[in-house]
Each structure stands twice: as structure tokens, then as C-alpha cells.
């Protein structure tokens, strides 16, 4: 049974800052792309940021120098660093794990930043 449980979300004020975390089971982790998403209310659920198996890392226009993605294979974590948050970045943002056309998702964490 596949588990990805993020953790970190939460209400901060503008230009403030957030980890999420991301922790799964059930897969090998090491073997996984794993990315964040994020769905805003009336809108689309959109990738933030990838990091490959290999370490290799891939961010949204939006969030370019502002959030940074990492992993711990050692600790089948994946992290999302948001600094300088924008009342702009509020949504729900999710965990996701992908290996060729295996897809899973988290459940959700709601981050919102207030102006």
C-alpha cells in the first residue's frame, strides 16, 4: 500500500517562509520522481517542482528562486522550501511520486499566506 503523508503546511504573512515535507511508503523511494503540485481555489492543480530519481530539479516560472525541492532517499522524504512567500502561493499544495506510469498523490496540505 502506497503512502505519501505531507506535513508543514499552514497560515504565514508575506514574505515569510514554510518546509513542507513529504513522507512515503510503499514504493522505492530512490527509483521515484517525486514533485509538488498545488491547486488553488476554482483552478487547476499545477506542478511547483520536480526532482528526478538523479537529483535532477525542475520549478515552476513562478516560484524560480524562491522555493527550493530536496530529497533524503535515506529517509524516503521529499522536502519543498518556500521562502519569500506570496499571498499568491496560498492553495493546497501535494505530494506526488512518479515511476514510468505509476502515479500517486498525498493528500493535500493547505498553505496560506496573507498580505
Known amino acids: 500500500q502506497v503512502q505519501l503523508v505531507e506535513s508543514g503546511g499552514g497560515l504565514v504573512q508575506a514574505g515569510g517562509s514554510l518546509r513542507l515535507s513529504c513522507v512515503a511508503s510503499g514504493i522505492t523511494f530512490s527509483s521515484y520522481a517525486m514533485g509538488w503540485y498545488r491547486q488553488a481555489p476554482g483552478k487547476q492543480r499545477v506542478l511547483v517542482a520536480r526532482i528526478s530519481s538523479g537529483g535532477s530539479t525542475t520549478y515552476a516560472d513562478s516560484v524560480k528562486g524562491r522555493f527550493t525541492i530536496s530529497r533524503e532517499n535515506a529517509k524516503n522524504t521529499v522536502y519543498l522550501q518556500m521562502n519569500s512567500l506570496k499571498p499568491e502561493d496560498t492553495a493546497v499544495y501535494y505530494c506526488?511520486?512518479?515511476?514510468?506510469?505509476?502515479?500517486?498523490w498525498g493528500q493535500g496540505t493547505q498553505v496560506t499566506v496573507s498580505s
Open positions: 506526488n511520486a512518479n515511476y514510468e506510469r505509476s502515479w500517486y
